[in-house]
Each structure stands twice: as structure tokens, then as C-alpha cells.
T-cell receptor, first 114, second 114 residues
Framework: GDSVTQMEGPVTLSEEAFLTINCTYTATGYPSLFWYVQYPGEGLQLLLKATKADDKGSNKGFEATYRKETTSFHLEKGSVQVSDSAVYFCALSEGGGATNKLIFGTGTLLAVQP | GAVVSQHPSRVICKSGTSVKIECRSLDFQATTMFWYRQFPKQSLMLMATSNEGSKATYEQGVEKDKFLINHASLTLSTLTVTSAHPEDSSFYIC??????????FGPGTRLTVT
């Protein structure tokens, strides 16, 4: 079945460092891809999404590009802040949209130090 | 963004008792809600899709008689863990579908069965 694999954490960075969190997927069809973020004590929030190959999702300085040839959707940010400390989940939607069920990666804890 | 609440946030119960968890969409109507289970350092696993006015759709391996789901209105879905056992201890998360391509997540409920 469809699956999502993301790099294990925790990832510890200093403020203003460059961030990459790797995510690859396996899918039989053409899924939509998502990054969700979970801040301490809060629910998951949609960070960004991409619905087709070569689309780039971006939000709050984060971006990820849907790469069909490498089945990847890596999350990047050029300069992280302490407030970015959270758990990041990569996910895919089998049905092509967020209204369908989501398959999540294991989550990556990001800790940004001042 | 839209707000989804869960109640309670934490619950401790004795083995053999039943526990009800509520999921509410506070500022939008949700025809579809989803229930997930999250184990420590693991991804969210979809348990079931809750549809307003009809029976829930359970994922393979999820016991429908143990995890009762009722979606009585467009803003409320409940998950009842019946005859709970220690292995049911987990973090339960719901999400609500806005119907326009996004899911919003609740903050989760930590269940501990003693």
C-alpha cells in the first residue's frame, strides 16, 4: 500500500541555520502531498501542500517541491527560528485531496537553539 | 484557520471500563471527520472515517465493536473505547474535513488505561 518515509529526528539546529527534512513516498496513483506541523501542546496544522508533480508548496518561509521522478517532497527553510521548534509530519492523500484519508510519516522533531 | 476541539485532553480509566472522546468542529460544519491513533515516536494511524448520518468506515485491523464512532451532527463526532485495556492506552487525534480540500486537527486526547 501507499506509504511515507521521513527522516528520523530529532534534528537540532542553531537559529538561522538551513533546514532540510527529507520525505519520500510510495504510491500507486497520483497523490497530493502535505507537510503538517505540530507545536507543543497543540494539534496538527497544515503547513503546505502540493497537488501535482513539480508543484512547490510554500508557507512561513518553508517550501517543498513535489518531485515525481524521485518520489520526494523534502521540506526546506533557509533560516530557522526558535519558534519553528515543533514536530513536522509529511503526509500523502491517496485520493488526491485532503478530504480523503491521509497517510503520515513518523514525524521529525525539530529543535532550534538560540 | 478553522478550530477543532477534543474533550477530554487527558483521561485515566480502569481496565474494563468505557471511555468517550468528543471531537467538535467549532466554527464550521464537517460532514466527514477522521479518527487517528498515535503511538510514541510513531506516525498517526487512521482508525476510521466518521460520516455524519451514516456508519463509520473502519480501517483494516480496527475493531468496530471496540471503537464505537458516532457522528450525530455536523459538528460533533464521538469515539467510545469500550472495555478498555492497557494496550488501548494511546494518543487519539481527530480531524474534521472542511469540504473544500482541507482537514483541521484537534489537539488530541491522551488515554491511559490502568
Amino acid at each position: 500500500g501507499d506509504s511515507v518515509t521521513q527522516m528520523e529526528g530529532p534534528v537540532t539546529l542553531s537559529e538561522e541555520a538551513f533546514l532540510t527534512i527529507n520525505c519520500t513516498y510510495t504510491a500507486t496513483g497520483y497523490p497530493s502531498l502535505f507537510w503538517y506541523v505540530q507545536y507543543p501542546g497543540e494539534g496538527l496544522q497544515l503547513l503546505l501542500k502540493a497537488t501535482k508533480a513539480d508543484d512547490k508548496g510554500s508557507n512561513k518561509g518553508f517550501e517543498a517541491t513535489y518531485r515525481k521522478e524521485t518520489t520526494s517532497f523534502h521540506l526546506e527553510k533557509g533560516s530557522v527560528q526558535v519558534s519553528d521548534s515543533a514536530v513536522y509530519f509529511c503526509a500523502l492523500s491517496e485520493g488526491g485531496g485532503a478530504t480523503n484519508k491521509l497517510i503520515f510519516g513518523t514525524g521529525t522533531l525539530l529543535a532550534v537553539q538560540p | 484557520g478553522a478550530v477543532v476541539s477534543q474533550h477530554p485532553s487527558r483521561v485515566i480509566c480502569k481496565s474494563g471500563t468505557s471511555v468517550k472522546i468528543e471531537c467538535r468542529s467549532l466554527d464550521f460544519q464537517a460532514t466527514t471527520m477522521f479518527w487517528y491513533r498515535q503511538f510514541p515516536k510513531q506516525s498517526l494511524m487512521l482508525m476510521a472515517t466518521s460520516n455524519e448520518g451514516s456508519k463509520a468506515t473502519y480501517e483494516q485491523g480496527v475493531e468496530k465493536d471496540k471503537f464505537l464512532i458516532n457522528h450525530a451532527s455536523l459538528t460533533l463526532s464521538t469515539l467510545t473505547v469500550t472495555s478498555a485495556h492497557p494496550e488501548d492506552s494511546s494518543f487519539y487525534i481527530c480531524s474534521a474535513d472542511t469540504g473544500v480540500g482541507e482537514q483541521y486537527f484537534g489537539p488530541g486526547t491522551r488515554l491511559t488505561v490502568t
